[in-house]
């Protein structure tokens, strides 16, 4: 498991605690961590639960903003099939 923590070089990009950080959590599957999650996501507002889904980049994740509008991110690496 691994975390990362990325700000916005850009900080006129939106007001204090409004997505200038974003927190970014490594974790093996993120299916069994959404369905583990999915009541207390069921209570947040409608539009701040993404996913899970499969992203251009390689990487399936589950997005949520949190309570201060910064967002979490929780991804794990696809892997490619094999041919």
Not at 40 to 67: C, F, M, N, W
């Amino acid at each position: 498991m691994g975390f990362r923590l990325l700000e916005l070089e850009n900080t006129d990009a939106g007001p204090p605690a409004f997505r200038r950080f974003a927190y970014y959590v490594d974790v093996q599957d993120v299916d069994v961590l959404f369905a583990e999650l999915k009541p207390k996501l069921d209570t947040l507002p409608a539009g701040d639960v993404h996913g899970p889904a499969d992203k251009s980049y390689g990487q399936r994740e589950l997005l949520v903003v949190a309570p201060d509008g910064n967002l979490i991110a929780f991804g794990q690496a696809i892997r490619k099939q094999q041919e």
